[in-house]
């Protein structure tokens, strides 16, 4: 888990929750933050004015937006991984066989973040893309990597984010996101039934290191119109188990 900072910077904080609320508001002006962070006009104009001179924001007429240099940074922080190399191959080869939505999440601070994602010629759009952060416990993905992560970390994980309910269908309790859990580690695929998207199923494998350290996860996804119960799980998951298994073993060797 994240640890916490011995003597926290305020400035620092404040920075950060300017750029968030530039990305929650999709771009505003120096009032709509203020009001929006409940925070002095003239303090959040001179945290603006200092990321435009950083070239870390935008402005357009009198609003602000956050920049695209972020990108790099984000570029930089996905590249570091092996795992994005390597993966990527084994994905573009089940989208393109599949003609679904393949993803490749990664957890960090307690949340998953979706470093590469490709789509096949029938897959549907949904509102994630890569660098989408989400709850672990109501993906599939997510669930894949909560069950290879020890138990002590995912109290962690639970008690700092919760298990907000997304869908009708989310996990919100405890006691059975630890025996589903249970059951992905016994059957070594995790299931999202509509728990995150309403009309999506998903299905999700862990990619481990050969320590057994989780360093990700991989699923494939699509609509249930499509993924009836015999392709969700049977087919999809013959699919990742040797998708995952190429990925460990080029990990292993690489």
């Known amino acids: 888990m994240s640890p916490t900072a011995r003597n926290p910077i305020k400035s620092t904080r404040t920075t950060f929750r300017i750029l968030e609320a530039l990305v929650e508001l999709d771009g505003a002006g120096v009032t709509a933050v203020a009001d929006h962070l409940d925070l002095p006009k003239s303090n959040v104009h001179n945290y603006l004015s200092t990321l435009e001179e950083a070239e870390y924001v935008v402005k357009r007429g009198t609003t602000f937006h956050v920049g695209i240099r972020f990108l790099e940074l984000g570029a930089h922080a996905r590249n570091r991984r092996d795992l994005y190399d390597i993966a990527r191959p084994e994905m573009d080869k089940i989208a393109d066989e599949e003609g679904e939505l393949v993803n490749l999440l990664v957890e960090e601070h307690g949340r998953g973040t979706y470093i590469y994602r490709v789509a096949g010629d029938d897959a549907v759009q949904v509102d994630a893309h890569v660098g989408t952060r989400v709850h672990l416990h109501c993906t599939a993905l997510g669930k894949a990597i909560l069950a290879h992560l020890p138990e002590e970390r995912v109290d962690e994980i639970i008690t700092r984010h919760g298990l907000p309910a997304v869908t009708d269908d989310t996990i919100t309790d405890r006691d059975e996101l630890r025996e589903t859990l249970a059951d992905v580690r016994e059957r070594g695929i995790a299931f999202d039934r509509e728990e995150r998207v309403e009309g999506l199923r998903c299905a999700a494998a862990p990619i481990c290191s050969n320590t057994g350290r989780v360093l990700g996860a991989l699923s494939i996804s699509g609509p249930t119109t499509r993924i009836q119960d015999?392709?969700?799980?049977?087919?999809?998951?013959?699919?990742?188990?040797?998708?995952?298994?190429?990925?460990e073993l080029n990990i292993t060797y690489s």
Do not use: H, Q
């Open 230 to 247: 015999e392709r969700l799980e049977e087919e999809i998951p013959s699919l990742l188990e040797r998708a995952t298994n190429v990925i």
